[in-house]
């Protein structure tokens, strides 16, 4: 690294959503400036900035992580998973089916971290209690109070994603 904070791209290379990338910013900086920097990524969101809220909340190799304080070079030659790799529009992860169908978001400014740590728990535990539930997304703060209706949304898609 030069003293300007010019970082060779070939140093951090991770996988983000199932494809290698390797973004041009400096080690030290935070993977959210990457994602939502020059991976042109919207999902992550700054909110606090002290993983206080959780808007900012990633997977990286399955587990929730706070982008908004984790250096870059953190995640080299990991599986980072943001809230555009969960599904598309025209197929939908049943986490974000179940969010629209109960309109368990008002702003959805905290959805995407909210939706990520859903993710990782359901993968961990595939029918989850309500404790579970909060327990997992007790880092997440709603400003909406929304908080019933993201519960039932996450308890609906465990449901629903329970083999037939």
Same mark, same amino acid.
């Given at each position: 690294?030069?003293?300007?904070g010019?970082?060779?791209?070939?140093?951090?290379?991770f996988t983000?959503? &199932? $494809?290698?990338? #390797? !973004?041009?910013?400096?080690?030290? *900086?935070? /993977?959210?400036?990457?994602?939502?920097?020059?991976?042109?990524?919207?999902?992550?969101?700054?909110?606090?900035?002290?993983?206080?809220?959780?808007?900012?909340?990633?997977?990286?190799?399955?587990?929730?992580?706070?982008?908004?304080?984790?250096?870059?070079?953190a995640?080299?030659?990991?599986?980072?998973?943001?809230?555009?790799?969960? &599904? $598309?529009?025209? #197929? !939908?992860?049943?986490?974000?089916? *179940?969010? /629209?169908?109960?309109?368990?978001?008002?702003?959805?400014?905290?959805?995407?971290?909210?939706?990520?740590a859903?993710?990782?728990?359901?993968?961990?535990?595939?029918?989850?209690?309500?404790?579970?539930?909060?327990?997992?997304?007790?880092?997440?703060?709603?400003?909406?109070?929304?908080?019933?209706?993201?519960?039932?949304?996450?308890?609906?898609?465990?449901?629903?994603?329970?083999?037939?």
């Amino acid at each position: 690294m030069d003293p300007h904070g010019a970082h060779d791209p070939g140093m951090t290379r991770f996988t983000l959503n &199932g $494809t290698e990338v #390797a !973004p041009s910013i400096a080690a030290d *900086a935070p /993977l959210l400036a990457a994602l939502r920097g020059p991976l042109g990524l919207s999902g992550p969101r700054f909110g606090c900035g002290e993983e206080q809220c959780g808007a900012c909340v990633v997977l990286v190799d399955g587990t929730p992580a706070f982008a908004c304080t984790m250096p870059v070079a953190a995640v080299t030659g990991k599986c980072v998973e943001t809230v555009e790799g969960l &599904g $598309t529009p025209e #197929a !939908p992860h049943p986490l974000q089916r *179940a969010f /629209l169908e109960l309109q368990a978001g008002q702003c959805g400014y905290c959805l995407s971290g909210i939706l990520m740590a859903a993710a990782a728990l359901l993968r961990r535990v595939p029918q989850p209690s309500a404790a579970q539930v909060k327990e997992a997304l007790d880092p997440h703060l709603c400003r909406c109070g929304s908080h019933n209706r993201i519960l039932r949304a996450v308890l609906r898609a465990a449901e629903e994603m329970q083999p037939a």
